[in-house]
């Protein structure tokens, strides 16, 4: 069964008693010692700093030095020899091994960070090599492990791998497996106590990637009472990266090492510099305005975040769009659906009103005017001229992507590209960053009078 999947009921009460279970103090490699990364590398951004503000020039050097360590933790329990089955005479390998195993490869050889440490996630985390942890994924799990659960190996990492500029990787199936029905309810709250019980850390983060991948062998299903299913599987099963650490680490782990990725995504605490905007006023605008902002006939094109406007009705609409250079975020904020349905624009006193958010064309980025710095535009409409100076802001807000709920099983007795309780597991990332959900990024504007 899953190391990570046997969750026992009560665990807020009950975690440091459990058989099978381990707390702080028992974290041990198999040579006698807990492995821990330096702390004298301070963090790459000030905890709890505002993710709308433009970063200062020392801010944006910090992130292109190394990360202090990165951990990465692999399951190899029971339920995860399906995705690592034992090398038959055909050489036959799952999607899970190929991608793993270069994934390891490029965390081993990445400048990214300073320090690469792997461990096998068994009874508890036991330290291990890059070639020990690679031989694993390619030639199958000799000696599977027996049942831990997530919120107890959420809490290790916590308490003993938690440091400035080090990030924790954890790769598993993620089945959270209560051994009764009345433990269901209180996934949420599990999590959510595994990550703060050894107090909350203000510049937390969380990043999911999930992958779906063939699965050849025994397959454990949540519910215990459902029975295990041999000879396995007509269907992928789904397994995930968890990039646990300190936002700024974080987001720096993600853009160098699972970015490039084809994978779904959800984020929670990441927090990203303000992405570079500016008005274009050749760029299908429409009706009476000009660039307000002082000076802006001898101002780059790229800072534009003024709007005059000289008359505006409903016969005769401005029109204007912003450029927005979304490249430092993740491919989930990048997406055209997500940005159009999560964009919002928000004004005073005006009819303002987002017509549209759309990606640049090849033509867009051979332009030769500004909008070719951009990776995605905004298009404004207004029908009322502003009586005075009015703040405009985009604002991108952060919502839960709609691939988690469609993962998500209550019942996974059926194998199937769904994991148990995946919503109630990120459920309880989120409320450990507190009730106000901040926005990915704002970008102010102002509309004012012409002159």
Not at 72 to 80: A, K, W
Request: charged share 20%; aromatic share 10%; glycine share 6%.
């Amino acid at each position: 069964m899953s190391s990570f999947s046997r969750l026992l009921p009560a665990l807020g009460l009950s975690l440091l008693l459990l058989p099978g279970c381990y707390s702080r103090s028992d974290m041990k490699t198999e040579e006698g010692t807990a492995t821990k990364t330096p702390s004298d590398v301070p963090p790459t951004e000030v905890p709890g700093a505002v993710p709308v503000r433009t970063p200062e020039p020392a801010t944006e050097a910090a992130t292109t030095q190394p990360l202090q360590a990165v951990n990465v933790f692999l399951e190899v329990s029971g339920s995860m020899e399906g995705f690592m089955p034992k090398t038959g005479a055909s050489g036959e390998n799952t999607k899970f091994q190929q991608h793993v195993a270069q994934f390891l490869s490029e965390v081993n050889r990445t400048s990214a960070a300073r320090q690469k440490l792997f461990y096998r996630i068994k009874e508890r985390p036991y330290k291990d090599s890059y070639q020990a942890i690679s031989g694993t994924v390619r030639s199958g799990i000799q000696q599977p492990a027996k049942s831990t659960d997530i919120p107890s190996v959420l809490d290790t990492l916590m308490t003993n791998y938690y440091q400035p500029g080090t990030v924790s990787v954890l790769i598993s199936d993620f089945i959270y497996s209560p051994k009764n029905a009345g433990a269901i309810p209180y996934i949420k709250t599990d999590i959510t106590d595994a990550l703060t019980r050894s107090g909350a850390k203000s510049d937390m983060a969380v990043s999911v990637y999930g992958y779906t991948s063939d699965f050849r062998g025994t397959y454990y299903p949540a519910l215990v009472a459902s029975g295990k299913k041999t000879n396995c599987c007509d269907t992928e099963i789904p397994y995930y990266i968890w990039v646990v650490g300190p936002a700024s680490a974080v987001r720096q782990f993600d853009a160098a090492l699972l970015e490039q990725q084809p994978a779904k995504q959800a984020h929670f605490g990441v927090t990203y510099p303000q992405p570079g905007y500016s008005v274009l006023n050749k760029f299908q605008n429409k009706g009476s305005w000009y660039y307000g902002d002082a000076g802006a006939s001898k101002r780059n094109a790229d800072t534009y975040r003024v709007i005059s406007v000289s008359e505006a009705s409903a016969q005769q609409p401005v029109e204007f769009v912003v450029g927005l250079n979304l490249q430092g975020l993740p491919s989930q904020y990048r997406d055209v659906a997500y940005l159009k349905q999560n964009l919002k624009l928000q004004g005073v006193d005006t009819d303002a009103k987002l017509l549209d958010v759309f990606a640049a064309t090849d033509q867009n980025r051979a332009s030769s005017g500004p909008e070719s710095k951009y990776t995605h535009f905004a298009k404004v409409r207004l029908t009322k001229a502003p009586k005075a100076a009015r703040p405009l802001v985009l604002r991108l807000q952060d919502q839960r992507p709609a691939w988690v709920a469609q993962w998500t099983t209550k019942n996974d007795a059926t194998p199937a590209p769904k994991t148990f309780a995946l919503s109630s597991l990120l459920d309880g990332l989120e409320a450990q960053g507190g009730a106000e959900k901040k926005p990915i990024f704002e970008v102010p504007l102002t509309l004012q009078p012409a002159e």
